[in-house]
């Protein structure tokens, strides 16, 4: 018999600083297995600092990071990252389909280039996304919500257990934000566990299952009825969301002013 | 003249040396350039080249000889420390980097200086010739300075090669680079190290002082040209070698022109060429498109001028002066001409007064475009 499973991901006394300027500090967190969970805080809470800690793309001060168990590096191919849209240039003289079997390099290993298996990886994650009619498409062409299904289907033919994303609905529209939902749902249905840095309150309830309230500290963890409560909101935004309701949903509709 | 050159392409032995010189560098540079303008690093191979200067006056100085190998050694380790400068000056202070560019390009080459002159005025006569490093000189070319450029420019084509589908990956995201497990940090170095030994194989050609266009130039112009990596990679390298060889051979040939800057023009030429005339990115292919769509445009509003009046006034036998429909445009001045385009499609017709209406296919074309305007005059 297998001993239990251990947690997704398991964050302790995670510190990150940037010059003399702490952008995490002391943060413990657990998140378990087949979960879609939010990382939500204010600007400048730490939320991307935490999500790039992760993937061992920034040295923290201090901390230990366990994926399924054992240290990142032994686990790399268990996770997959989507970036901020923003952070590449997307006038790269590449098309869509090979943007998308960049997520195989891993797999394949020095110097072997991507072949038949790997396009078909490809244009199948293509396809999961709703992105199989623009695979030669180049990709300066491609929308902000296109661009964005792009990098999930990256992720996707990565095959990963963990799935870590940086803002996948930002200048997304509203149809694409549900498609995405959908699919991160889907992977959480196969056992896989979607973190997801995200900005707007309102939605929270209804996408995800875990939350995670950030403002250089971790103000809270868990499932989203116990953890995203308006005093804990307010704790992590500094008391300007008074405007949201019991359950974490605001009758105004309105963004909260720390989000602006 | 012309013909005379590409004579001695094959008969003349200096002038055959010159032209392999010229093309070996411009496709190496080419190719390489193309990784170090789409990692905006432009510049940097300016700061490379001139930081190159000390290391080829260092080098004679040390072993006072002038074997190509030697110096082109020199000045790739001068290049290379004048980098690893920079990116340690970025990491390690609030210095910006193109003001740390600035810093390193400017001092090095300014010590560079400093020490040709240092070896001009000493007594020895082996001294002449190092000066042909700041603006080239591809007359002087020998077949054994060929020899270390082909071996030196295969190195980095070959590492390019091997090592393609990183060296993509890095440039175009290298944070993800980094979590599928790729040494981010050595791939950087690696790269710029082969950037290093493109630009020092030219340095003899070209001179410190304008190789940097060598690495811009062929790259922005292959840009302009296709969407592939792979594609702009091998352009690069063509435009490279055609400038660099045109370059050579009109300097080493006509009236002895230094033959960097003779280069670095013809380089400008292909450019300036691809700017303009290259599809979809080229400047008189956008203009012509949007004089194009401009013009669609304006036909198609002045046949919805036209079915609007038809269907206010229900016959289609009613025409209205070219005022009307210019008022309509609010005074625009081509109505005339996209009413005589809508006829040559039978789609308007004009009276013997010189007056306009809309014919039956012009309404269904109407119909079609903008989907049922006959209710259109009734709203109004």
């Known amino acids: ?260 | 003249m012309l013909a005379s050159v590409f004579g001695d392409l094959f008969t003349d032995h200096t002038v055959r040396t010159v032209a392999l010189g010229a093309g070996t560098l411009g496709i190496v540079s080419g190719a390489l350039g193309t990784f170090a303008v789409l990692r905006r690093q432009s510049l940097l191979g300016d700061a490379i080249s001139h930081a190159a200067l000390p290391g080829i006056a260092l080098a004679y100085m040390l072993t006072g000889s002038k074997a190509p190998l030697v110096l082109v050694l020199g000045a790739a380790v001068a290049g290379w420390v004048g980098t690893l400068l920079v990116m340690s000056i970025v990491r390690s202070t609030r210095v910006k980097y193109d003001t740390a560019l600035g810093l390193v390009l400017s001092v090095f080459f300014g010590v560079g200086l400093v020490l040709l002159t240092f070896i001009q005025r000493r007594p020895d006569a082996s001294q002449a010739g190092l000066d042909k490093f700041l603006f080239g000189q591809a007359a002087s070319l020998l077949d054994r300075d060929l020899v270390v450029m082909a071996s030196l420019g295969a190195v980095a084509l070959g590492g390019t090669f091997v090592l393609w589908k990183e060296f993509k990956l890095l440039t175009f995201d290298p944070d993800f680079a980094g979590t599928l497990g790729l040494p981010v940090r050595l791939l950087d170095v690696l790269l710029t190290g082969l950037l290093v030994l493109a630009i020092v194989v030219g340095l003899q050609t070209v001179g410190v002082v304008l190789m940097s266009a060598m690495v811009v130039a062929p790259a922005a112009a292959a840009r302009q040209w296709t969407d592939r990596l792979g594609t702009m990679t091998c352009l690069g390298a063509l435009f490279g070698a055609v400038a660099g060889v045109s370059g050579a051979l009109v300097s080493s040939e006509a009236s002895r022109l230094p033959t960097g800057p003779t280069i670095v023009l013809c380089a400008g030429a292909v450019v300036l060429s691809s700017l303009l005339l290259a599809p979809n990115r080229g400047l008189v292919w956008r203009w012509s498109r949007d004089r194009r769509s401009r013009r669609r445009l304006a036909v198609s509003a002045v046949l919805a001028d036209l079915d609007t009046l038809a269907a206010e006034h229900g016959s289609l036998g009613r025409t209205h002066p070219v005022a009307v429909l210019e008022t309509m445009r609010s005074g625009a001045a081509a109505v005339e001409r996209s009413l005589e385009r809508l006829e040559e499609r039978g789609w308007a017709r004009r009276d013997e007064e010189g007056e306009w209406g809309i014919t039956e296919a012009g309404r269904e074309e109407a119909g079609r475009r903008f989907g049922g305007t006959e209710t259109a005059g009734a709203d109004a």
Do not use: C
């Open chain 1, 1 to 260: 018999m297998p001993e239990p499973l251990s947690p997704a991901i398991e964050v302790t006394d995670l510190t990150v600083a940037y010059r003399d300027r702490p952008a995490l500090w002391d943060v413990d967190l657990t998140v378990p297995r087949a979960v879609l969970l939010a990382v939500v805080g204010p600007n400048g809470a730490g939320k991307t600092t935490l999500i790039k800690s992760i993937l061992g793309l920034i040295k923290p001060a201090a901390g230990r990071i366990l994926v399924h168990g054992r240290p990142y590096e032994e686990q790399r191919r268990l996770v997959a990252y989507v970036p901020q849209r923003g952070s590449v240039d997307w006038d790269f003289p590449t098309s869509v389909l090979d943007v998308v079997m960049m997520g195989r390099y891993g797999a394949l290993g020095w110097v072997r280039r991507p072949g038949r298996r790997e396009r078909e990886a490809a244009l199948a994650a293509l396809g999961q996304t709703g992105m199989a009619d623009f695979a030669g498409r180049q990709i300066s062409q491609l929308s902000g919500g296109q661009q964005q299904r792009v990098f999930l289907a990256r992720a996707l033919v990565q095959d990963a257990q963990i799935y870590l994303m940086d803002e996948p609905f930002q200048g997304v529209d509203a149809t694409t934000e549900v498609a995405i939902v959908e699919l991160l749902q889907e992977l959480r249905a196969q056992g896989r566990t979607v973190i997801v840095v995200h900005h707007d309150l309102q939605t929270v309830a209804e996408y995800f299952d875990w939350v995670v309230l950030l403002n250089v500290r971790r103000i809270a963890s868990g499932p989203v009825d116990e953890a995203f409560t308006e005093a804990n909101l307010r704790l992590a935004y500094g008391g300007r969301v008074a405007f949201l309701g019991a359950n974490g949903r605001s009758p105004t509709g309105a963004e909260p002013a720390a989000e602006a």
